[in-house]
């Protein structure tokens, strides 16, 4: 009987937050047209070229309509009914459905398309053995950021919108800060916000106005 050979790679979970209600924009942005995916396909497309062992996605707001117009292949989906108390209840429900044997979570904005699937190839590069590693834009600090199995405990008990940002600034210089050209990518909670998104990747506002392809 052949041996398999010992894993050498961490297993490397990627978390993809969701779950945003859409209140300030007024329809689900989950939803809204990126090129030929919606704004989370576009996202999640990301996370599949990035090769995780393993995606988890975290829904809430239009969760049914989520369901119906993004392809969630390959993602094991997570629904958490607490959106509305901040993205901090979405991380704490997602952390139940992350493998036992995942040694690095790296959290997603599923309303962030500009991040690409070379920065989180840098950034899970440069962690070393930090427990936690974020991205340095040349305006300040922005996702991805990326977690070793250390740092979840703490991650379970954050609280509220900003808790991930509280964590970060309690951790100090412990944070592994990791260079990226450009700005940090904008992501949508308003309609100038999906207008601005559109305009930095070059695609044209009109053939955006109406949810179509599925993600």
Known sequence: ????????????????????????????????????????????????????????????????????????????????DAHASGCSSSIAAALEAVDQRCE???????????????????????RGEAQIAACRYENGRGHPIAFARGAFGQLAALHGDKGVWRLLEQCGEDVVEVPIAGRVPLDVDTAEDYQA???????????????????
């Open 104 to 126: 690095v979570l790296v959290l997603m904005l599923g309303d962030q398309p500009g991040v690409d699937a070379d920065t989180v190839a840098m950034l899970c590069a440069a």
């Open 197 to 215: 998104v559109l305009a930095q990747a070059g695609l044209g506002a009109s053939r955006h106005a109406t949810v179509s392809a599925l993600g």
């Open 1 to 80: 009987m052949r041996m398999q050979a010992p894993r050498t790679e961490p297993f490397v979970t990627a978390l993809v937050l969701a779950a945003g209600a859409s209140r300030r924009l007024g329809r689900a942005k989950q939803l809204l047209p990126y090129g030929e995916r919606t704004l989370l396909g576009h996202v999640l497309r990301t996370a599949r070229a990035c090769r995780f062992d393993q995606i988890v996605v975290v829904l809430g707001g239009a969760e049914s309509e989520v369901r119906a117009g993004v392809d969630l292949a390959g993602a094991d989906v997570v629904v958490n």
